[in-house]
Every structure is written in C-alpha cells, then in structure tokens.
C-alpha cells in the first residue's frame, strides 16, 4: 500500500521508489536478504531495512508498503514468443488454466456469439487434454454445436488442431484439397475433411492453418501487444528473450515493438533473434543482417541477440511427442556449417532449437570442426534450446565448447505423450537438468509460449521444482528436480546470462536495474502445489510500476481499451487463475473422478474374463430392491 505519514529527509540521492515492508530474496549471495529496496534513475539505489532506507525518502518519492509479502528480483523468460503472441493476442481465446473442457467449450460457445462475421475464434497455446476434468481434446462435432456460422480453429500442443465446418470452409480445405507433406487432413468414409488436422510430425499444416485467419492493423497490434506486455508483468516478468520463430519476418513483424520502444511504452524488456524464413535463402539472410546490425547495439529494453532458433530449416527436428522422432536429411550439415561459420566469425550469437540428442551429436560435429580453426570457444553466446533427451556426453561437448542451455516446461504439457513414446526412464532425465547444472552449464528457464505452453512462468517453475505435469503426472525424480532458489535462478540470473547482461540484471544490487516483483504468495514457503498460481501483485521495471493489483490497484499507467471490442481478451481477460477458496475441493473431486474411471475399467477387465456379471444382470442391494 501507499504510505503516509513518513517525513521526507532526502535533500540529495532521493528515490524515485522506496519499497519497505518486504522479506526481498535479492538473488545477491553478498546480501541474499533485505527489508526494503530503494530505485532511482531506472537503477537499485540501495538495499537494506526500512530504517535505512528512510534517508532516501525526499518529498517526490513514492513509498510502498509491501505489507510483509515476498519480493524476487523480476523475473526473465529464456525462450518466449513475446512479439508474435503479442501481435495475436487479443484475438485468442485463452484455455490456459482452465480445469474443464465444459468450461471451454461454455468460453468458445460465448465467444462465437460476440464475434463479427468474417472473423475466427481462436484458441492457440497454452493449454493441455490432462489439465481438464475429461482429460480429451474437444471434438469437432462439439465445436460445430458450439459455433455453428463461426470459424473455430483450436491448436493442441504440436500435434493437432480441430476445426468446425465454417472454418473448414473459411481455411479451403475440401475433398480435393491434397494431403500436405508432413502433416494429414484426417477424412471420413466420404472423403471429406472431418475437421482434424494431424502434424505427422511436422506442425506446418496447423501454423499454415492459422496463418490464414485475419490479422490486426497497425494500431490494434500495438494495444494487442501493450496489453500481452501487461499480462506477462501480471505474473512477475520484467524480461524475455524472444526466440523468434516462423512466420515471423524481420522486420516487418518486429515494427510493433519497435514502435513502442521509441515511443517508451514497452513494460518489458526484449533481447530478440532473427530467424531465416525461407528455405533456400538462410544463408544470404543472416549475411544482409550481419551487414547492417551488430547484436547488443540494442538497448536495455530492446536489443538484438543474435540468430536462431534455426539456422537452416533443415537443421530443425520437430517435437510431436506423439509421433515417432523424425530423421533429419543427410548431408544437412554442409550448409549449416556455413551458417554457423559465418556467424561465428562475425560477432554473432545464435541458438538452436534442438530437440533429440540425435540432433544435438549431429551439430556438435560440426562446432567441433569449427573449433579446430579456433572458432570455438570464441566468446560469442551460443546455445541450445529445449534439449529434452540430450545426454551427458553430448553435455560435456556443450561445455568444451563453451554453449549453455535453454530448458522450457514443454513436457508440463506433453508429459503423458513423452511417457507413452519413451517409457517413464526416458522421461525421468527429460531434460536432464540437474546434469547440465552440475558441469557448470549456464541453464535458463523458460516457457515455449505462447503456441504449446503457457506463459505464466510459475507453471514452468512448479514443473522445475515437482517435476510434475499440468495433469498431475509425476515425470521426474528428485534426483534430476532442483531446489526453488535454483529454479528461480533459472529465471533471473541464467536469463541475463544468456544475453551478456549478467552485470546489470537478475539480482537485486545497488546500480543493477530496478527490476523485482511482490507477490501474492512466498515462493520459498507455498506449498508446493500452489506455486502455479503464485501472481504478482506488484510489478516494477527500471523503477516503474507497470503492474498493479489488489491493494496496489491504481498505481501502473492506465492502458488504452482492448481493441477491438469484440475481443476475448475483453472478456476473458488471459490465463484463467483458480479460485483459491475451492482449490482443495477441486482436486478432491478429480481424485473421485480418476478412481471411479478406474473402478469402472476394472469392472469392465472382470466382466471380459468372466469373473463378473455382464451390465445386463443388474445390481442386487437389499436396501432399494423390492
């Protein structure tokens, strides 16, 4: 809360902000504890207790009181889609957090009956079958009764879409319409399309698929992008590495946030990758952009990073859980080691995105031979992404080589895909994340987001800590889990790390940026099944509060209104918190769901091995029969 009463003593080297109040985690091991946290000029001024801090408090600064809560330095996705799911976002429906299929479809029924004509809705990312009480994905015949005039479009992780008739229509998939390669349209007895759309492996159909939905205008984008900023900041974020991504072009889909950076209206802060779009044509991109920006020209809030998440589309596996692990061409290598070369021997950075260690042995063979000319280790930031069944080998040639690593939660949400593919052995060390800690790997944390994954980075952090999935699943072992301070670690100090800023953020140290987050529980003591919904109550980035929520509502800067109108995101708003008072019973009541689907396939094994009556024969109970 806002505080009165203290008389301004500061003549000189006043704050801008004073926070008091706090149990602050500075992530500093030289004073990893503070009471209160003082910002001036975007940077910590001091950190210490609130008697202290009261000879920074002038008659200009703003004090808040943090009424006792947790305070963490803010925190740093390592890998997020910000400037594409900032473009979208208004226009997606969000399941994130939602515990029912019900409830969605009940979402998308009331979504379709407020959206124009000519216009989708959207449901992309964020979202799994196992979080929902029914545990399936939604059929299309539900959708068309949800929405029957309406193109529906509804992404599942990298395996599937579904869509209604109207968006069948609207997208031009008919009877004729070929089978893409990489991917199927699922036909019925007639040969028309039923609405299911399968990546098989590769997930081009359904982004293609996407792709032709209608697209915002110049200035909605902006307030699209203003109010996915906001959203993040609602859960503690105050930087992110974007990893770019396809249909993504440079520089057309990055004007947005360019934009607002000039015009000192970004909440958060970017570090950005420049990824090839065109086949063919990788090698001749990076060199226009090598010839016309150096990474780190940038600023604190917007700056470049480098290349990736691929090079060369060919270098790129996919990451269907669901279907067997694709082989990458042969001979892929001769035209990466360009790629990489050329980047190696002008300053660039890169990351990859890599997800089998089949991959990952492949493209260390080739820095290897790039070594031997001296062009590894040679200070420029490399990495790989996602890394799920890397081996430890294949780590300690990340380490020689002088790499780090980028893990996300995907598995939160495609555990039980990954279980059924590899067993539950694999999926123990998927990713081996306490192997990389232990050679000394920087290892950042992040989510995927926004098209797999949700953005939320508590949901990421609960997986890091239990090791469990979104569905409860439990995958990995304490023996490859971390502890909170080192997941958190994960998402501060790893992060800064990443893009050569490990000087100027991640903790919270006098002339470090003024970044940190109160929020709603603490961290280190919630149980352990209420992390994923921690939030911020309170959100500050170089000083400025961005976000503000319950006693401190009020206090960031007022957005302009969700446009258009008609957007779910108005109505919805983003991720879909759970309602504290009925946790518990939520959860007592799934358990009674598991077990009586349980209880009814076991009456089912009896009755096929004639151990049981048949259905038919009735039930006897002397209580109610006559």
Known sequence: MPVGGLVPRATENAADLVVRNAKIHTGDPS????????????????????????????????????????????LNDSHLHVIRGGLNYVLEL???????????????????????????????????????????????????????????FVLHLYQSAVLNRAALRAAGFTRDTPGPRGGQIVRGRDGEPTGMLLAAPSALILYSTLAKAPVLDGEDKKTSTRHFLREL??????????????????PDNYATVVELAKAGQLSLRIAYHLFPQTA?????????????????????????NGAGENLTWAAADFENFAQPRPELADGYEAEFEKAVRLLMENGWGFRLHATYDETIRRDLAVFERLAAE????????????????????????????????SVQ????????????????????????VRAMLERGLTVGAGTDATRVSTYNPWVALHWLVSGRTVGDLLLRPPSNRVDRATALAMFTTAGAELTGEQDLKGVLRPGFLGDFTVLTEDFFS?????????????????????????????????????????????????????????????????????????????????????????????????????
Not at 283 to 293: G, Q, S, V, Y
Not at 374 to 390: M, Q, S, Y
């Open 31 to 74: 004073r990893p504890a503070a009471q209160a946290i003082a910002v001036r000029d975007g940077r910590v001024l001091a950190v210490g207790d609130d008697h202290g801090m009261a000879r920074h408090v002038g008659p200009a600064t703003r004090v808040v009181d943090a009424l006792g809560r947790r305070i963490v330095p803010g």
């Open 94 to 152: 969000r399941w994130d957090g939602v515990r029912s299929l019900r409830e969605g479809l009940a979402m998308l029924r009331e979504q379709a009956a407020r959206t124009p004509k000519g216009q989708w809705v959207r449901v992309v990312g964020g979202w799994s079958a196992e979080q929902f009480a029914e545990r399936r994905l939604p059929t299309a015949a539900e959708l068309n009764a949800a929405a029957p005039d309406t193109p529906v």
């Open 233 to 250: 900041n609602r859960f503690g974020l105050t930087s992110a590495i974007d990893a770019a991504g396809g249909f993504q072009n440079f």
């Open 280 to 304: 063919g044509q990788e090698i001749a991109d990076l060199t226009r952009w090598i010839e016309t920006a150096r990474p780190e020209d940038g600023d604190e809030w917007l700056r470049l």
């Open 374 to 405: 001296g062009l590894f280790p040679a200070g420029n930031r490399w990495l790989f992404d996602h890394a799920e069944t890397v081996t430890e080998h294949s780590l300690d040639r990340i380490a020689a080589l002088g790499g780090a690593l």
């Open 409 to 432: 939660n995907r598995l939160s949400f495609q555990g039980e895909a990954f279980v059924r593919r590899y067993g539950v052995g694999a999926a123990a060390d998927a990713p081996p």
């Open 526 to 626: 919630v149980p352990e099944p209420e992390i994923p919904h921690i939030e911020s109550l309170l959100t500050v980035v170089g000083g400025r509060i961005v976000y503000a929520a319950g006693e401190y509502e009020g206090l960031d800067q007022e957005l302009p209104p969700v446009s258009p109108a008609w957007s779910p995101v108005a109505h919805f708003g983003g991720y879909q918190p759970a309602d504290p008072a009925c946790q518990s019973g939520v959860r007592q009541a799934e358990l009674i769901g598991e077990a009586t689907g349980e209880s009814a396939e076991h009456l089912r094994w009896r009755i096929r091995r004639g151990l049981a009556p048949g259905q038919e024969n009735g039930v006897f109970d002397p209580c109610i029969s006559l």
